[in-house]
């Protein structure tokens, strides 16, 4: 069965840094991109980064300079480095991994800065 798990979330104070991990299991394959989402409360989900099989990275404008998201791929494996965080970075972050034709969502997880 195909999963994503993503892990990493918590609370933090602002100026804080954060990691978030997100594993594919191996039943997903020829994975075209990897993708973090998010939800803050109450609002819509947002693209906060993106990384393509290639390596080209999509971010944001209110993350760019302090996020970093990479890959490992041999582990079927993205990262999303959270560092400067503000209060509006709150929400709850989703890992979306797509392959041709169909695309995988985690379960999500919370990400609460707070003084």
């Known amino acids: 069965q195909a999963q994503v798990v993503e892990s990493g979330g918590g609370l933090v104070q602002p100026g804080g840094s954060l990691r978030l991990s997100c594993e594919a299991s191996?039943?997903?394959?020829?994975?075209?991109?990897m993708a973090w989402y998010r939800q803050p409360p109450g609002k819509a989900r947002e693209l906060v980064a993106m990384?393509?099989?290639?390596?080209?990275?999509t971010y944001a404008d209110s993350v760019k300079g302090r996020f970093t998201i990479s890959r490992d791929s041999a582990k079927n494996t993205v990262y999303l480095q959270m560092n400067s965080l503000k209060l509006e970075d709150t929400a709850v972050y989703f890992c979306?991994?797509?392959?041709?034709?169909?695309?995988?969502w985690g379960q999500g997880t919370q990400v609460t800065v707070a003084s």
């Open positions: 979306y991994v797509n392959r041709v034709g169909t695309g995988t």
């Open positions: 191996r039943s997903i394959f020829a994975i075209t991109a």
């Open positions: 990384i393509t099989s290639s390596g080209s990275t």
